[in-house]
């Protein structure tokens, strides 16, 4: 089984400030690992995710995160955030190249970017 | 437009009532999703399908039930032996069997009255 710890449930930062959200899982096979955002009253969308490859992926909206195997963390970052970008962020992994694959997500963060 | 519509966006339910919340998605995916969200416990999987006529129990099933007669509906009945109800409700859909990628609908909010 998998787990997600997402360490900090609030993150609060001023506009145009950089901002890191923390990821560690727990699995014993290697795992697919994702990013989502959510704002107020909608669905998840997809910011980025790793698959394979190159350990430092790019998403939309600036965003990037860098897969560590080694500390079991897929941290999140942007340099430089905007006013839109509060909202409630959500890592969550999926075991790899396994059928009928499930999502396990974090509690989530919420970031409150303040002007 | 592709994607997953869920309906309606807001319920109200009395106490002891079934109640169904609609899930369609227009991708043409096999797999599909159910997720419960409470405030600071992320999502919780209830149900999931990987293909019409077959679903399987999440981490949360008990109270809930199931249905996938088409592959582009998966609706979820909220039954009356779930014993806390007011949540919010996400219906998800892969692009394949793998899951490297999911989509959401924007999500039921369910009350209890």
């Known amino acids: 089984a998998q787990s997600v710890t997402q360490l900090d449930s609030q993150v609060p930062v001023f506009e145009e400030a950089p901002v890191e959200l923390r990821c560690n899982y727990s699995?014993?096979?290697?795992?697919?690992l994702f990013w989502y955002v959510q704002y107020p009253n909608q669905g998840l969308q997809l910011l980025l995710k790793?698959?394979?490859?190159?350990?430092l992926v790019k998403g939309i909206n600036g965003f990037e995160a860098e897969f560590n195997k080694s500390q079991t963390s897929f941290h999140l970052r942007k340099p430089s955030v905007h006013i839109s970008d509060t909202a409630e962020y959500f890592c969550?992994?999926?075991?790899?190249?396994?059928?009928?694959?499930?999502?396990?997500f974090g509690g989530g963060t919420r970031v409150l970017v303040k002007p | 437009d592709g994607g997953i519509t869920q309906s309606p966006k807001y319920l109200f339910r009395k106490e002891g009532q079934n109640v169904t919340l609609s899930c369609e998605q227009n991708?043409?995916?096999?797999?599909m999703y159910w997720y419960r969200q409470d405030p600071g416990q992320g999502l919780r999987l209830i149900y999931y399908?990987?293909?019409?006529?077959?679903?399987q129990k999440g981490d949360i099933a008990e109270g809930y039930s199931v249905s996938r007669e088409k592959k582009e509906s998966f609706p979820l009945t909220v039954t009356s032996a779930q014993k806390n109800p007011t949540a919010f409700y996400l219906c998800?859909?892969?692009?394949?069997?793998?899951?490297?990628?999911?989509?959401f609908g924007q999500g039921t909010r369910l009350t209890v009255v």
């Open positions: 998800a859909s892969s692009i394949d069997r793998e899951n490297t990628e999911a989509f």
């Open positions: 399908s990987q293909i019409v006529n077959d679903f």
């Open positions: 991708l043409n995916h096999d797999a």
């Open positions: 790793y698959l394979s490859g190159s350990t």
């Open positions: 969550a992994v999926a075991r790899f190249k396994a059928a009928g694959n499930k999502l396990t």
């Open positions: 699995s014993s096979v290697s795992v697919y």
